[in-house]
């Protein structure tokens, strides 16, 4: 089992950043995927950026593509998600996960380890 602890979340205005923080500890997991995902008050939890930390390979959810950068930092084990351009509807609950079977990266059934989340909030 993996510990994953989130940081980094806060209140900003529409236009702003924020860096989120995943720090990662445990069993091995330089062959895991880690991805972030995000839930709304009311709405289903959502696919927002995934890493795989072998090589690196990155994906995202179209709505994030060009305002959201994931990365990941070996040496501290701890995965990253900048957040440009933040709009109010990025306001939600940010939670880190990781799996073991880094394939279906855009499915949250597919992660095994959860933190415990931090809360973004936009304002307009």
């Known amino acids: 089992q993996v510990q994953l602890v989130e940081s980094g979340g806060g209140l900003v205005q529409a236009g702003g950043s924020l860096r989120l923080s995943c720090a990662a500890s445990?069993?091995?997991?330089?062959?895991?995927?880690m991805g972030w995902f995000r839930q709304a008050p009311g709405k289903e939890r959502e696919f927002v950026a995934a890493?795989?930390?072998?090589?690196?390979?990155?994906l995202y959810a179209d709505s994030m593509k060009g305002r959201f950068t994931i990365s990941r930092d070996n040496a501290k084990n701890a995965v990253y998600l900048q957040m440009n351009s933040l709009k109010p509807e990025d306001t939600a609950e940010y939670y880190c996960?990781?799996?073991?079977?880094?394939?279906?990266?855009?499915?949250?059934?597919?992660?095994?380890?959860w933190g415990q989340g931090t809360q973004v909030t936009v304002s307009s």
């Open positions: 996960a990781a799996t073991e079977v880094p394939l279906n990266l855009r499915d949250s059934r597919a992660y095994s380890s």
């Open positions: 445990g069993r091995t997991f330089r062959s895991y995927g």
């Open positions: 890493i795989r930390w072998s090589d690196a390979f990155t």
